[in-house]
């Protein structure tokens, strides 16, 4: 499956054919038009599942849950470090670390996110300091997933608040870049976390992005 994973054009595809059939079913007011974009994500939700092993009817949810014109999930994080380690949370699905972040909700900056998720998912409070990257994260090294992403990942400083768990996560720590716990890599990957190291480090002042 890793092999799949490396070599998953597929996915590509599958997005881009989900996204013509989301927009169609949006824009076209045709019956016959409708029935053929229908068509065409009923193909899209069988080629992610017998490429990727998830169940039709799981990945049938998660494309037929979007509607309109089909663009980017945004996923906001925030990247909190306390001497020279990185604050990481235990993540209740999966129970492997990421940095504490989530999908961008309506009626928030990003800004205002990072700062929600930190505290809801770490319990500090936290002072956003600046943008540190915005990736695609299909050119980065997660598994597959069946939406289309967007990754932001903002530097914030720690202002006030303790460790403390919430609904999403059993487990708070800091970790040196050469102690880093088992990854939960459909959130974050471990070049990601050592490309932070390197621009808090250095001072560099660069966002990176695809």
């Not at 939700?45 to 979007?66: C, H, K, N, W």
């Not at 409070?125 to 990942?153: E, G, N, T």
Request: proline letters at 4%; aromatic letters at 10%; a negative charge.
């Amino acid at each position: 499956m890793d092999e799949l994973y490396k070599n998953s054009q597929w996915l590509s595809w599958t997005q881009k054919l989900q996204a013509i059939a989301q927009t169609g079913l949006a824009y076209s007011r045709d019956v016959y038009d409708q029935e053929r974009f229908e068509e065409l994500r009923s193909i899209s939700v069988q080629i992610m599942s017998a490429y990727s092993g998830f169940p039709q009817d799981q990945v049938r949810t998660l494309f037929a849950g979007e509607s309109g014109y089909a663009t980017p999930k945004v996923d906001v994080r925030g990247v909190a470090f306390r001497d020279n380690r990185i604050l990481l949370v235990r993540e209740t699905l999966d129970g492997l670390w990421s940095i504490p972040g989530g999908w961008a909700d309506i009626g928030y900056s990003p800004r205002e996110i990072a700062v929600k998720e930190l505290k809801e998912e770490s319990g500090f409070d936290v002072s956003p300091v600046r943008l540190l990257a915005v990736l695609d994260r299909d050119r980065h090294d997660h598994p597959p997933h069946a939406h289309y992403i967007y990754k932001m990942f903002i530097l914030c400083e720690i202002i006030g608040g303790e460790v403390m768990t919430g609904t999403e996560t059993t487990g708070v720590g800091f970790f040196a870049e050469d102690e880093l716990p088992p990854l939960s890599t459909d959130r974050v990957t471990e070049s990601q976390i050592r490309l932070f190291f390197r621009q808090v480090r250095e001072g560099d002042m660069t966002t990176v992005f695809d």
